[in-house]
């Protein structure tokens, strides 16, 4: 492939690389010259992406198998990468999940664990790349959250909550790296052609009735252009766009009603 594309020279680490937003994130990457490594539990769909992506790329591309959402997972990653005398520039943190339910009666490991890989393992591999970034004043950090960041949600209350984190992180962290020539975007979907509908058991909800899913393609698309310019947050869609906007100034009692009922079975 041609070269002079804008990524030769640059290595992104891509998380939950193995299908929906992660693969076609990887792939924006990948189209632009950067080379990968790829980190998700399923060690086949990996291998394949990564082969792929390899061959039409032309682009070296690292799969590597590892659960995010153990202790201690991003420091067992990042040691792997340097034990393979690979570097990264960019990080995309794009590993996470959601189950979708009343906070009462729920499962306390599946709660759990979804701060431990949508928080604690996305804060602890940008901990360890960001000195390298700041120090060669390049690359950068995608972190993808929600709209679910904007407001608090009940019936997938930790949810909401890790994304909430994630944003605010997020920004200001774009803020810290002002003028350092590192970037940093908050990529926020809302609904979306993936297979987290099926792990959140939100595809019951009252929400997934509401308008027509954006496919994972295009998600990752203005969040890779959005990356590249900078842009602090990028809300995918004119109507979620809309809503994230709106949110602030409604009465917080109405947004939490909203909420309640989509996040309802329907």
Known sequence: MAGNRRGEGQTALVTGASSGIGVDLAQCFATDGYDLVLA?????????????????????????AI???????GRRLADDIAARGLSVDVLVNNAGYGAAGAFAGSD???QLGMIDLNVRTLVELTHLYWPAMTANRRGGVLNVASTAAFQPGPLMAVYYASKAFVLSFSEALWKEAEGTGVQVSCLCPGPTVSKFRERAGTGATRLSRVGTPMSSA???????????????????????????????????????SMVHNLQSPA
């Open 67 to 73: 659960d995010l959402a153990e202790i201690g997972a």
């Open 40 to 64: 998700a539990r399923s060690e086949t769909a990996l291998n394949d992406v990564a082969a792929t992506f390899a061959r039409t790329y032309n682009i070296a591309a690292t799969p590597i």
């Open 218 to 256: 295009a998600v990752a698309q203005e969040g890779y252009d959005g990356f590249q310019r900078n842009q602090r947050v990028v809300v995918t869609g004119g109507r979620n766009k809309l809503l994230a906007n709106l949110a602030p100034f409604l009465p917080r009692r109405t947004v939490l």
């Open 108 to 110: 306390e490991a599946t």
